[in-house]
């Protein structure tokens, strides 16, 4: 089963002469680039991604669950919960991935109460659904980008937070979470595209086989696991410099007119308690504010149903 970039499945023409749009099972990604597939193109253009590897390995044979991929470069966690959300339950899924929260700790205004909300509203509506609920944990940008310590410090402290959240969440509503952080392959190069932010074919097929086989360690059945045998050669050093000049320095640039500012404001602020030998206070704080975005969840319980769009309040 083909699904359309906008998440519409493309009838498949079967051998007796119909059309063939219904599937057994149904797996809706949402999220944001990652998701997507940013990192392993396919021939004509396009992005396949871990979350259309991992659809293969679900189930019978391959095409038994279908994928429909909600996911949109750029999107926040506020993004999800009232845009692709209410697509997503209206396709009821039996399986839904839900990986967002790195773009927003490159947001000036990036705000953990926000988060855990937005993450806390679609984890629960999805789950009450019946849909096994999939999420990870992201590994620092900073760390990936090289970034000096006064800049990837507040970064890791935003991605620490996010992450945290995403680990009660999940464990709040009985998710399969994966660990992606602590994965030794999330430190090898070749995992990951020219960018350092997405995964190359190699790091999507690796997240998949985590999904895979987390999937599995709960005791449900799935088929065989993705394959991590590649479909070419990775990029060349041209092609990858062809891309940072083309679309890798406009993604950078739009995210820097952003974040750039207040990041630099929260660097100034990092050098200041570094040379006080306070930096602890900054980690603190930040866990303090976490914290308190947790407990001001409402108590879990079942999600109404959803025919119209989802919002922040309700």
């Not at 937070?161 to 680990?167: D, L």
């Amino acid at each position: 089963m083909m699904v359309r970039p906008e998440g519409v499945p493309i009838p498949v023409q079967t051998p007796g002469g119909g059309d063939r749009c219904a599937a057994p099972a149904r797996f809706v990604a949402l999220g944001d680039s990652l998701t997507e597939g940013l990192g392993d193109p396919v021939p004509g253009g396009g992005w396949r991604g871990w979350a259309a590897l991992l659809a293969a390995a679900l189930g019978g044979p391959p095409g038994t669950v279908q994928l429909v991929n909600l996911a949109q470069s750029g999107a926040l966690a506020t993004d999800v919960a009232e845009r692709q959300l209410p697509a997503a339950r209206e396709l009821t899924p039996q399986f839904a991935s839900l990986v967002v929260g790195a773009n927003d700790t490159l947001r000036a205004a990036f705000a953990i109460e926000r988060v855990a909300a937005a993450l806390d509203l679609a984890h629960r509506a999805l789950s009450a659904d019946g849909a096994v609920v999939l999420t990870a944990c992201l590994p620092d940008p900073g760390r990936m980008l090289g970034l000096p310590g006064p800049l990837s410090r507040p970064l890791a402290r935003r991605m620490r937070a996010v992450n945290t959240v995403v680990h009660a969440v999940s464990a709040r509503y009985g998710g399969v979470h994966l660990h992606l952080a602590d994965h030794a392959w999330v430190a090898e190069r070749a995992s990951w595209s020219v960018d350092r932010l997405h995964p190359s074919e190699r790091g999507h097929r690796l997240l998949a086989r985590g999904f895979h086989t987390a999937l599995a360690d709960t005791g449900r059945p799935v088929g065989p696991p993705p394959p991590l045998t590649l479909d070419g050669p990775p990029p060349t050093r041209i092609a990858s410099a062809l891309w940072m000049a083309t679309r890798g320095t406009r993604w950078v640039a739009d995210r820097c007119t952003d974040l750039l500012p207040g990041l630099l404001a929260l660097a100034l602020q990092e050098c200041r308690h570094g040379l006080a030998g306070s930096g602890r206070l900054l980690d603190a704080a930040a866990e303090h504010t976490t914290r308190t975005a947790l407990a001001a969840l409402s108590e879990p319980k079942a999600a109404a149903p959803m025919k119209g769009a989802a919002t922040m309040a309700g």
